[in-house]
């Protein structure tokens, strides 16, 4: 496994730097599972990690909203190692909380940084102002994402079109919904996967 860290500061109005947002002891924003796979895919992961940096504390959480969904895509982190090793392919997972940014949102998105999620009032997210959500996407967004477009880049100079497979878990309840699902296939405009792999789980009897 390899992993990259890079400074983020919050800046002051008057332009002066505070503290960064990530310390010499604290994670890196992401890390990079079987960089070497010879598959022609990427698999991401942008929800697997439940780190806070020391500089922001737990946003004011007790440990029973860390252990929920709100914090991670339970049990991702261990799948994705583990489809990355099964497939040969190279996977990008990121290190922080969704709760202090979430990788898998805009960042002009309103829920990019919640103050409440599934009812859990967040108090570290209620008054942040623009500079505090900027330090933040430098800390936790920008780095990951400009890693995804190196990596996708790399297999492009290399002629290949790689299958980009995001990786995520759901909650069995969510806003008191029951979810009646065992597992959840989605995708945007190109089913090319995502209908092979549906006919494959019913084949199988999974769904």
């Known amino acids: 496994m390899t992993a990259l860290s890079v400074p983020a500061s919050v800046a002051d109005p008057d332009g002066q730097a505070r503290l960064p947002l990530l310390g010499p002891e604290d994670p890196p924003p992401f890390t990079v599972a079987n960089p070497s796979g010879r598959a022609p895919a990427l698999l991401l992961?942008?929800?697997?990690?439940?780190?806070?940096?020391?500089?922001?504390?737990?946003?004011?959480?007790?440990?029973?909203?860390?252990?929920?969904?709100?914090a991670y895509d339970i049990g991702v982190e261990w799948m994705t190692h583990r489809l990355a090793a099964l497939l040969d392919a190279p996977a990008l997972i990121h290190s922080y909380s969704r709760l202090l940014l979430?990788?898998?949102?805009?960042?002009?998105?309103?829920?990019?940084?919640?103050?409440?999620?599934?009812g859990v009032v967040v108090p570290g997210n209620r008054k942040l102002t623009a500079d505090d959500a900027a330090a933040r996407a430098e800390a936790f967004f920008h780095p990951y994402h400009r890693a995804i477009e190196r990596t996708i880049e790399g297999f492009l100079a290399r002629g290949i079109s790689p299958a980009i497979?995001?990786?995520?878990?759901?909650?069995?309840?969510?806003?008191?919904?029951?979810?009646p699902w065992e597992i959840g296939v989605l995708w945007g405009e190109d089913g090319r996967m995502a209908i092979p792999l549906m006919e494959a789980l019913r084949a199988d009897g999974i769904v």
């Open 45 to 70: 992961a942008d929800h697997a990690g439940r780190a806070f940096p020391k500089s922001l504390g737990r946003l004011g959480l007790g440990d029973a909203a860390l252990d929920m969904h709100i």
């Open 102 to 118: 979430d990788p898998n949102r805009s960042l002009d998105d309103p829920t990019s940084i919640c103050t409440i999620s599934d």
């Open 165 to 179: 497979i995001s990786m995520h878990s759901f909650t069995p309840v969510m806003r008191g919904f029951q979810r």
